[in-house]
């Protein structure tokens, strides 16, 4: 199977979201790189979709590279995820490019002061929300008075598209989620948990200033994405995003539409997600998120799926599907268990949500996150299901007959994902991976042996390896392509803290740089 086109017949990509053109996905292969858009360079503390992104896709596009894959680009929440989002739709607004403000005379030139003196080597969230957020009230409120009129037909529009799909709730949640001191849904006062139609009525009276400021900044961030994608449609560079499996119990989708999950009125699960314990956690890993209710989901057509899925695609050209064995089989833990150990497997919904989202969208391009325990029940979903897995190469290189030839045509290769450390901390073992020395001798021997090049260049053996590959898709970590170290790791899973914070510098991916990516995808046929 190829990577075809991403619903470019089936999804449209008309309106306020839509491409100008969809791209063609063909079978020839291709490279690129991984990169959250926090981690773009830019003057604000944190990357934004504006500029910088768009001179991003231009550099990108003349490394030969032609596959830009990010994070899910949902607000965050404590901790900073991008795999907690506080929607399954909306968009983060510490993404917005606050110049663009200005340019439109939403904001003046003076008011991005407070935006001065922050890190440019690291984002530091608390620092950026408060004085970001504050802005963007500002330039809505300029909005609402009169400011850049001729945007409102185009944010009428917006609002007309989305509200009842999604946008309204969002607000709403948000709205009500300040009044509660940012505490999670399930510990707001029962009449607004509960959604009772008396006090949902008041908030929007008493509040629609708030609510329609939340409105706003949406409508700025799918403006500016629209034009992000637009400009990597005309370079050449897809968008390869990412969907999580689970949506976080303190979200707006949760609280809004409580029976798709395994929790009662008041937001308290039965069970929620995890995996078993294996060789890397005895206790397994307990993460949480509420279960979905495969029967309520199979009753109404898989509806909230496919329109989750076909929101996705409006954004982006490529999906990649996070835990994508949990549609097989997830491992269940009763709510309040201490650890994931006294969880148990129960079926998922197999094919039939895959099929409901395909008869209804088309043949939608999916990349299924197979790592870890894959079963052979995995596997066959998806072969059947005709989609690409993931061949990691930090976790192949050292296995005793590893053959990189072997590499499956329908496959992502990497050299590292965004969990993993850069390969040159990998190598060295310099991170925080729990790893015998031994462990990283013997690591060490078969990689050099394997790969070639020395303990200084082994980031670009292992790029060489993936673009080689018979992979149809050749990702590299930006920070590998730097030959960084783990000071520039971007997660650490099950580390609190201190995580998303690496940012990309100026002058980094530098023509050098570009020049040699460039040979290696021509060298390669990618």
């Known amino acids: 199977m190829h990577i075809e086109h991403p619903a470019a017949h089936a999804v449209a990509t008309s309106g306020p979201l839509g491409a100008a053109e969809p791209h063609a996905i063909t079978s020839h292969r291709r490279a690129g790189t991984c990169m959250h858009l926090t981690s773009l360079p830019g003057p604000h503390g944190i990357g934004e979709i504006g500029r910088d992104a768009h001179a991003f896709i231009d550099a990108m596009a003349e490394a030969g590279l032609s596959v830009w894959q990010f994070l899910p680009t949902g607000p965050t929440a ?40 922050l890190p440019a080597d690291t984002v530091d969230y608390g620092a950026a929300i408060g004085p970001k957020t504050a802005l963007l009230n500002l330039a809505a409120k300029h909005f609402f008075g009169g400011a850049a009129p001729e945007l409102r037909p185009e944010y009428e529009a917006f609002v007309g598209e989305y509200d009842a799909e999604w946008l309204h709730d969002y607000a709403l949640f948000r709205t009500l989620k300040s009044l509660h001191d940012q505490r999670p849904w399930p510990e707001w006062d029962a009449p607004y948990r509960r959604r009772e139609p008396a006090a949902m009525a008041s908030v929007v009276q008493e509040h629609c200033e708030a609510i329609r400021a939340i409105k706003f900044a949406q409508f700025m961030f799918y403006r500016q994405w629209r034009a992000l994608r637009a400009h990597a449609a005309k370079r050449g560079v897809l968008l390869f995003g990412d969907m999580p499996i689970y949506i976080a119990l303190d979200c707006a989708d949760a609280w809004a539409y409580k029976a798709m999950l395994r929790i009662d009125t008041d937001g308290v699960p039965t069970h929620v997600a995890g995996v078993p314990p294996d060789y890397f956690s005895e206790d397994g890993q307990l993460w949480g998120n509420p279960l979905y209710d495969w029967e309520h989901h199979a009753q109404q057509g898989y509806a909230w799926w496919i329109a989750r899925l076909r929101h996705t695609m409006r954004m982006v050209d490529i999906v990649r599907i996070d835990h994508f064995r949990g549609f097989e089989a997830y491992w269940a833990v009763p709510f309040g268990a201490d650890t994931a150990r006294d969880g148990a497997w129960e079926p998922g919904p197999s094919d039939a949500v895959f099929d409901a989202m395909r008869d209804a969208l088309g043949d939608i391009p999916i990349v299924a996150e197979d790592l870890g325990a894959i079963t052979d029940a995995v596997d066959q979903l998806r072969l059947r299901q005709r989609m690409p897995g993931m061949s990691v190469l930090q976790f192949l290189v050292g296995e005793p007959g590893f053959d990189p030839s072997r590499i499956e045509v329908d496959s992502v290769c990497y050299t590292g994902t965004h969990d993993n450390d850069t390969t040159l901390g990998w190598f060295h073992g310099e991170g925080e991976d729990v790893r015998s020395r031994e462990q990283v001798e013997h690591m060490q021997r078969a990689t050099l042996n394997l790969a070639g090049g020395d303990a200084g260049s082994v980031h670009w053996s292992l790029a060489d390896m993936a673009f080689e590959s018979r992979a149809c898709m050749a990702i590299v970590p930006m920070q590998d392509f730097l030959g960084l170290g783990s000071d520039a790791r971007l997660n650490t899973p099950g580390k609190p803290g201190g995580n998303w914070r690496w940012r990309l510098q100026p002058g980094q991916f530098d023509a050098a740089m570009r020049d040699r990516i460039a040979s290696l995808s021509q060298r390669t046929g990618r």
């Open 78 to 117: 404590f901790g900073d995820s991008p795999y907690q989002p506080l929607s399954a739709y909306a968009g983060n607004p510490m993404l917005i490019e606050l110049r663009a403000l200005v340019e439109l005379g939403l904001l003046a030139e003076d008011d991005l002061r407070p935006m001065e003196g």
